[in-house]
């Protein structure tokens, strides 16, 4: 069929017209198919930080007309929880507040379709200390936890772990008595990560350290002198609900209870929540209460961390007591001062003695704001007893025992912090432990 020359003309113009509505209709309602209706779900993926690369989930939920939210953080070999407050939804935009230890983090984000991106602010006494960006995908996943990299939380690599005059090493060899360091109980720290500082320097101190994967029973114990247990937990994961589930079975506390009666030496290492509770089950064989919360002293903490986490004990304030381990065998191994870097608050029975005294105004709290401070007044971050013909000390901080590069700007953390006296502490609870003190 042909058409006339005007009519052809008007009918291309009018097909040109309406492909191009079409095109345009397409390209407007195209983004609109692709937007999330209802966001709730699980919106995961990387998040880059001051102290490096980490990863991000937040978890979301309506009941009826409110909105819930959850979240968790991997960031420096470790995976968190914060208590997220103050959430608001309108529309593509989401923001709210979440409680991170000592940390405030306000995070603000946009949807567009199956992506959330944005950017999260870190705050410590309304003071900005950090920020961080993520790019989130809808039934994404977090990258795998790694082993921190110049950031987050490590062994320092560099640690001078050499002892001058070791107590147990005589012509090159050890001979001193063999250490047990527990690794089958979902340990935090252990012999070859982040306690791998302690562990080089009480074997350079001539002690034998065998790392431990079996459940602990006599038969396990035996042969060894001194049993190391730093911050068990009920789950892999520190983050995990039952992660503050009891570490140990009655059957293995009742074990080491024994063993240690029967003459062995126990240190006992559990940290702020959710250690204290996964511990408690063998703190009880020992009538020590753990607090299982986190312990803070707004007088005396370490001013320049800023952090009132790190308690500082001195001998001049009174609260590093007089004990063995604070002595030491001579005055080189004299302690002066010691720094705990953020734990739990503990209370011994009466024939135990606190040589690390928490001051009056020290106090027992939990991240958020609808929890109450508990005075922590008359407990102890260390303490140490004989218990039938062995000893026993317990300590509720673990960082101090450590020597840990933290962020970006690799702070020392623990024996490696100039100025105190926690790589001597090592050494002489070790020490006592042991019998030469």
């Given at each position: 069929?042909?058409?006339?020359?005007?009519?052809?003309?008007?009918?291309?113009?009018?097909?040109a017209y309406f492909v191009s509505l079409l095109v345009i209709l397409c390209a407007a309602q195209f983004p609109l198919a692709q937007m999330r209706s209802d966001p709730s779900g699980t919106w995961a993926g990387p998040m880059t930080t001051d102290e490096?690369?980490?990863?991000?989930?937040?978890?979301?939920?309506?009941?009826?007309?409110?909105?819930?939210?959850?979240?968790?953080?991997?960031?420096?070999?470790?995976?968190?929880?914060?208590?997220?407050?103050?959430?608001?939804?309108?529309?593509?935009?989401?923001?709210?507040?979440?409680?991170?230890?000592?940390?405030?983090?306000?995070?603000?984000?946009?949807?567009?379709?199956?992506?959330?991106?944005?950017?999260?602010?870190?705050?410590?006494?309304?003071?900005?200390?950090?920020?961080?960006?993520?790019?989130?995908?809808?039934?994404?996943?977090?990258?795998?936890?790694?082993?921190?990299?110049?950031?987050?939380?490590?062994?320092?690599?560099?640690?001078?772990?050499?002892?001058?005059?070791?107590?147990?090493?005589?012509?090159?060899?050890?001979?001193?008595?063999?250490?047990?360091?527990?690794?089958?109980?979902?340990?935090?720290?252990?012999?070859?990560?982040?306690?791998?500082?302690?562990?080089?320097?009480?074997?350079?101190?001539?002690?034998?350290?065998?790392?431990?994967?079996?459940?602990?029973?006599?038969?396990?114990?035996?042969?060894?002198?001194?049993?190391?247990?730093?911050?068990?937990?009920?789950?892999?994961?520190?983050?995990?609900?039952?992660?503050?589930?009891?570490?140990?079975?009655?059957?293995?506390?009742?074990?080491?209870?024994?063993?240690?009666?029967?003459?062995?030496?126990?240190?006992?290492?559990?940290?702020?929540?959710?250690?204290?509770?996964?511990?408690?089950?063998?703190?009880?064989?020992?009538?020590?209460?753990?607090?299982?919360?986190?312990?803070?002293?707004?007088?005396?903490?370490?001013?320049?961390?800023?952090?009132?986490?790190?308690?500082?004990?001195?001998?001049?304030?009174?609260?590093?007591?007089?004990?063995?381990?604070?002595?030491?065998?001579?005055?080189?191994?004299?302690?002066?001062?010691?720094?705990?870097?953020?734990?739990?608050?503990?209370?011994?029975?009466?024939?135990?003695?606190?040589?690390?005294?928490?001051?009056?105004?020290?106090?027992?709290?939990?991240?958020?704001?609808?929890?109450?401070?508990?005075?922590?007044?008359?407990?102890?971050?260390?303490?140490?007893?004989?218990?039938?013909?062995?000893?026993?000390?317990?300590?509720?901080?673990?960082?101090?025992?450590?020597?840990?590069?933290?962020?970006?700007?690799?702070?020392?953390?623990?024996?490696?912090?100039?100025?105190?006296?926690?790589?001597?502490?090592?050494?002489?609870?070790?020490?006592?432990?042991?019998?030469?003190?």
């Amino acid at each position: 069929m042909v058409f006339p020359k005007g009519v052809a003309g008007n009918m291309i113009k009018s097909l040109a017209y309406f492909v191009s509505l079409l095109v345009i209709l397409c390209a407007a309602q195209f983004p609109l198919a692709q937007m999330r209706s209802d966001p709730s779900g699980t919106w995961a993926g990387p998040m880059t930080t001051d102290e490096g690369a980490g990863g991000l989930e937040i978890t979301l939920a309506r009941d009826r007309s409110q909105w819930q939210a959850s979240m968790k953080v991997r960031l420096g070999g470790q995976e968190i929880t914060p208590l997220v407050h103050d959430l608001k939804i309108a529309g593509a935009e989401i923001s709210f507040a979440a409680d991170m230890g000592r940390n405030l983090l306000k995070l603000s984000g946009k949807f567009a379709g199956d992506t959330l991106n944005g950017a999260i602010e870190v705050f410590k006494r309304d003071k900005k200390v950090g920020n961080a960006t993520f790019a989130l995908t809808f039934g994404g996943q977090m990258p795998a936890l790694q082993q921190p990299q110049g950031g987050g939380q490590m062994a320092d690599p560099n640690f001078d772990a050499k002892v001058a005059k070791p107590a147990y090493k005589s012509g090159g060899k050890k001979n001193g008595p063999r250490v047990l360091f527990d690794e089958a109980h979902n340990n935090f720290h252990t012999a070859t990560g982040r306690y791998k500082p302690f562990a080089d320097l009480i074997t350079n101190d001539g002690y034998q350290v065998v790392p431990n994967k079996r459940p602990l029973t006599l038969e396990t114990l035996r042969g060894y002198r001194v049993l190391v247990i730093s911050n068990a937990l009920g789950a892999p994961v520190m983050s995990d609900t039952d992660a503050g589930n009891a570490a140990f079975t009655e059957a293995e506390s009742d074990a080491m209870r024994d063993w240690v009666r029967r003459g062995g030496s126990l240190l006992l290492i559990a940290d702020h929540a959710p250690m204290g509770s996964a511990n408690q089950v063998l703190a009880n064989r020992f009538a020590v209460d753990m607090s299982k919360m986190f312990t803070i002293d707004e007088q005396n903490y370490d001013k320049p961390s800023d952090n009132p986490g790190f308690i500082v004990y001195t001998r001049e304030s009174g609260r590093l007591a007089d004990h063995p381990v604070t002595r030491g065998r001579n005055d080189s191994e004299r302690l002066n001062k010691i720094i705990a870097f953020t734990g739990q608050s503990l209370k011994g029975p009466a024939n135990s003695v606190a040589f690390m005294k928490l001051a009056d105004t020290a106090v027992d709290t939990m991240p958020g704001d609808n929890t109450k401070p508990v005075s922590a007044a008359g407990r102890a971050q260390g303490i140490a007893m004989k218990f039938g013909k062995g000893r026993v000390i317990i300590l509720g901080e673990a960082g101090m025992l450590s020597a840990q590069i933290v962020g970006a700007q690799r702070t020392p953390f623990g024996m490696n912090r100039p100025g105190i006296d926690n790589r001597q502490l090592a050494l002489n609870i070790m020490h006592w432990l042991s019998g030469l003190l």
